[in-house]
């Protein structure tokens, strides 16, 4: 596969559609002055962005004050996904997945948002474990 094979998402506003038409909720705002996605998979939410032409899926921890938080949140304080969107007839595929410290790899736009956002919860269930 060589470059001309890669989809060229330039902006949000094609993310945007591609998630919506998934059925997927997804708000345009602005995150720390970069415009990104709020995308929303039952209770759970993070951002989704073009980087570099590869889609970024971020996810931060905001309770890094709470009892026994620092330390966890030092380790899961950024979930960060990085894939490149390739088109086909039927949606998108990814290519070069990586999640760290989750090693989720998925093969489409909707699997992707969708795995991303159970080891979001999973994490979420974690680290109420850990600080109740």
Known sequence: MDSSD????SDLRSL????R???IEA????ENGVPVLTV???RTLFMATIHNQCLKLMYRLRESDQPGGVDF???WNMYNFMGTLIPFTDGYAMKHETLVSNGIVAGNL?????CF???ISKFQNEWFTLTT
Not at 27 to 30: A, K, L, T
């Open 73 to 75: 949140s030092n380790k």
């Open 6 to 9: 890669f989809i060229q998402v």
């Open 27 to 30: 708000i345009e705002g602005v």
């Open 21 to 23: 038409k998934l059925g």
């Open 16 to 19: 945007d559609k591609a998630i």
């Open 117 to 119: 956002a159970q080891s």
């Open 40 to 42: 929303t998979i039952g």
């Open 110 to 114: 909707k699997d992707t948002l969708t």
